[in-house]
């Protein structure tokens, strides 16, 4: 998974089709989604450093769902494929439990 991305504010205003070239008006323009993606932990720090056309957005993207080892761990055993596992024991640890590992729906409740 992506854990920081940089992007010039150059390619964000094409990419939004703002018409200004001015750094300043991208920034405001971007400031309410970055206030957002803040807000609802999708990201840890949305920060735009330099000025003008070498000004850069970065972003550091939160960790929502980290999977324990040892879940991803009982799920590979029951035949679950590497991402599936992952994808479950990171957004769904509590439905993961020690089951039969023949059957794969024993392990989640």
Request: negative net charge; glycine residues 4%; hydrophobic residues 40%.
């Amino acid at each position: 998974m992506l854990k920081e991305l940089q992007v010039p504010l150059t390619e964000w205003r094409q990419a939004t089709e703002l018409t200004t070239d001015r750094s300043d008006l991208v920034r405001r323009a971007l400031a309410s989604a970055h206030e957002e993606l803040l807000a609802n932990h999708s990201l840890e720090r949305a920060v735009i450093e330099g000025q003008g056309k070498a000004a850069v957005a970065q972003y550091t993207f939160a960790d929502t769902h980290t999977a324990d080892p040892a879940l991803v761990r009982l799920l590979r055993q029951a035949g679950v494929t590497v991402a599936r596992a992952t994808a479950l024991a990171g957004q769904h640890p509590e439905r993961v439990e020690e089951g039969s590992p023949q059957d794969p729906c024993a392990l989640l409740r």
